[in-house]
């Protein structure tokens, strides 16, 4: 989970966006999109899907499984 969360944060900041903007824009909580930068917590299946659209990347890109 680690490679998420740093890609996570990574794709955030590209955009320019705090976390509270990003949970705004994809109508996830800010304390969950928090929790999965600081590797406190894993995400499910279905906002993964959402993050990944969201940024146009790969579920797989975002978990880290290729480049």
Known sequence: ????????????????L?????AKEVQISSSALCRWENCQADIRGSQLVILAKYFGVTI???????D
């Open 18 to 22: 705090s976390i509270q903007g990003l």
């Open 1 to 16: 989970m680690e490679k998420f969360s740093e890609r996570l944060k990574e794709l955030r900041q590209e955009k320019g």
């Open 60 to 66: 797989d890109y975002l978990m880290g499984l290729e």
